[in-house]
């Protein structure tokens, strides 16, 4: 693997826990987060690190970029706008980070034939939900519904990278994350773990939204970011697609039970609709499960955290941080 690596998005939830694992396998870590979901606080235990050098700025700033990539051998890009409550409260912002931060990256490697591993998302999906494999069909819903907006910007990422690979020859891989959950992982734009462990310590009601019969999977961070540098370091991943998930699914209903269960908590489990959540007409998908055969058949790839075991790490995280 290289010695000197960029992580865009490197103060967030997923990239914090990715730049720790880098400097302590010896690298030189360059971040670029302009922290409008990342946090310093994630990078608590390596910021006075000598070998990482943060650049708190957008992924949007060109010169920025150029200069940035320029001095490293691999980027990790995982900047982006995130959670479905931001998809729906600021839509703009979504689909310009997503879009035109992803072609800077793309072109500033591309000057420099820098490898790149590209992140996506299960969105790219829709509403297609069972045994997703990575050529399976995509089902989006209407562009009238800003939930599919995020989905969207990632599937044009996943278009510009492959094709920056196939017409000019830059070395990229493709990761699509299927609910990446672990310790600081906050629940803000609306990811659902963290929401439920941090309702069932403070004793507030835990709220399911729809029916609560919809099924997820979940893969521990940990597990994920194996994959991530895994990938970036088998050249026979280059050009090509990979899910990133945990095959494992649990109803959101269970899911809240063992939240509860596991807190000692004695919150009570309430329904919400959807439209009282997000507004009118939003729709979600009843399952979303990941196919990682090809991932397993590249790198022998497991996951090693069960749902038991990531639901204990997110409360061991969180009820130090609630207690004050």
């Known amino acids: 693997m290289a010695d000197s690596i960029l992580v865009t998005g490197g103060a967030g939830f997923i990239g914090s826990h990715i730049v720790e694992q880098l400097l302590a396998d010896g690298k030189t870590v360059f971040i670029v987060d302009d922290l409008s979901t990342g946090r310093l606080d994630n990078l608590a235990a390596v910021r006075e690190h000598p070998d990482l050098h943060l650049i708190v700025d957008s992924i949007t700033n060109w010169p920025m970029m150029n200069d940035t990539v320029e001095q490293v051998d691999q980027v990790i890009h995982l900047a982006a706008a995130v959670g479905v409550r931001k998809i729906i409260d600021e839509p703009v912002e979504t689909i310009t980070t997503n879009v035109r931060g992803t072609e800077i990256v793309l072109d500033c490697c591309h000057s420099y034939g820098t490898p790149l591993y590209a992140a996506s998302t299960s969105e790219i999906y829709g509403k297609a939900g069972v045994a997703l494999h990575e050529e399976h069909d995509r089902i989006m819903g209407s562009t009238s519904h800003r939930r599919w907006a995020y989905a969207c910007t990632k599937v044009l990422d996943e278009f510009l990278a492959l094709a920056y690979h196939h017409s000019k020859g830059l070395p990229v891989v493709i990761g699509r994350f299927f609910n990446t959950v672990g310790p600081r992982q906050a629940g803000t734009w609306g990811m659902v773990l963290p929401t439920f462990v941090t309702q069932a310590l403070n004793g507030e009601p835990i709220t399911v939204y729809g029916t609560g019969e919809q099924m997820r999977s979940f893969c521990h961070v940990n597990d994920s970011i194996r994959a991530v540098l895994g990938l970036m370091e088998t050249d026979e991943a280059i050009g090509q697609v990979y899910n990133i998930g945990n095959e494992h699914e649990i109803t959101m209903m269970e899911l809240a ?6 807190a000692g908590s004695k919150s009570e489990i309430v329904l919400v609709s959807y439209e009282e959540a997000y507004g009118e ?22 996951t090693e955290y069960t749902m038991d075991d990531i639901i204990d790490d997110v409360i061991g995280y969180y009820r130090p941080v609630l207690a004050g």
């Open 257 to 262: 039970e063992k939240v509860k269960e596991k």
């Open 281 to 302: 007409g939003f729709e979600d998908m009843e399952r979303r499960q990941p196919d990682t055969t090809k991932i397993r058949g590249l790198l022998g790839w497991e």
